[in-house]
């Protein structure tokens, strides 16, 4: 096989590790049917072309706020400007848009001082910034990722199978230090070894076994799947703005976020009162969704659709962000 193709096999890998980011080789072999010793290196191919599994925190109650920001910016700019937000420790999936004269990033603030400095007056200053537009994430719905993720689904077929439901929300007061160290471990390797996790923790790997097993069961972490789209065939990522009527929100967030086209979807403040990011293989495929499967839910009263041209930054973790 050629170092740049992904086949079935590879596919199949992707998203047994999307159910189960710590899943053993021997499992994941055992359920796509082949060798553990394929499973392994196949899985250090795939690492070598961008797959990483990374810890990312569940939502806390006293976390921080989450925020999409959508920042019209004159063509030139808009590379050195997505650059600039990449370097922030408190952004995440940062992209540009819209022929180029669009950036849509993801803002985590702590405080009203920080999102205060960001929103009015770092960006509003910015000479090549037209305009700001901040979408505060009010719920996201179940299933979906902070970044972009595979779809686990990979055809028609299996369109009806939804995703699995969160876990209960973690008490922010249950997490102690030696919690926020081990989940700061896994946002550098969601899959190291017990060892190193004890190692660096100066705990024992049973103890950090009991941890874990405790921190996922309460969505206090989450293991996400990062890898190219395109690799596996996804050559469209696209943003939907949504407006949908009161008192349709929950059903239209619900049905979006069990379709496999959609990585992440969550209602907003603003005139479009709903993000989705989306993945299609081409220009037909996100037609028919657009006229066959989004179009046609109830409450959806618009949609505009923004094609995103390049990801500046994927999924990020910092724990400094926090």
Not at 98 to 111: K, M, Y
Not at 132 to 144: I, K, M, S
Not at 244 to 263: C, K, N, Y
Request: aromatic fraction near 6%.
């Amino acid at each position: 096989m050629e170092s740049g193709t992904v086949d079935e096999t590879d596919q199949r890998l992707v998203r047994e590790l999307q159910h189960d980011g710590r899943a053993p080789f021997s499992r994941i072999a055992d359920a796509i049917g082949v060798s553990e010793h394929t499973v392994a290196r196949r899985y250090r191919r795939l690492y070598a072309m961008g797959l990483r599994v990374i810890g990312v925190p569940g939502l806390r109650p006293a976390g921080p706020t989450r925020w999409l920001l959508r920042v019209s910016c004159t063509p030139d700019a808009s590379a050195k400007i997505a650059d600039a937000l990449a370097r922030r420790d408190d952004t995440s999936w940062v992209v540009i848009a819209s022929g180029g004269t669009e950036l849509h990033c993801a803002v985590q603030t702590r405080t009203t001082r920080e999102r205060d400095a960001l929103f009015l007056h770092k960006l509003p200053q910015t000479p090549q910034v037209s305009s700001v537009a901040a979408y505060y994430l009010l719920h996201t719905f179940a299933g979906a990722s902070d970044a972009w993720h595979i779809p686990t689904t990979t055809g028609p077929e299996d369109d009806d199978q939804e995703k699995p439901p969160p876990g209960p929300a973690p008490d922010p007061a249950a997490l102690d230090a030696v919690d926020e160290q081990l989940m700061a471990e896994l946002a550098q390797d969601g899959r190291a070894p017990l060892s190193e996790l004890a190692h660096a923790t100066g705990r024992s790997p049973a103890s950090i076994n009991r941890r874990l097993e405790r921190l996922r069961s309460t969505a206090a972490l989450r293991l996400a799947v990062d890898f190219i789209p395109e690799h596996l065939g996804y050559q469209l990522l696209v943003r939907f703005w949504l407006r949908v009527a009161p008192g349709h929100l929950d059903a239209v967030g619900t049905a979006l976020a069990a379709h496999s086209e959609i990585p992440f979807v969550s209602a907003t403040t603003g005139a479009s009162n709903m993000v989705a990011t989306g993945m299609f293989r081409d220009a037909e495929e996100l037609y028919q969704y657009l006229d066959h499967r989004i179009g046609a839910l109830p409450g959806v009263k618009s949609i505009e659709t923004t094609l995103i041209l390049r990801e500046v930054k994927r999924l990020t973790y910092h724990p400094s962000s926090r």
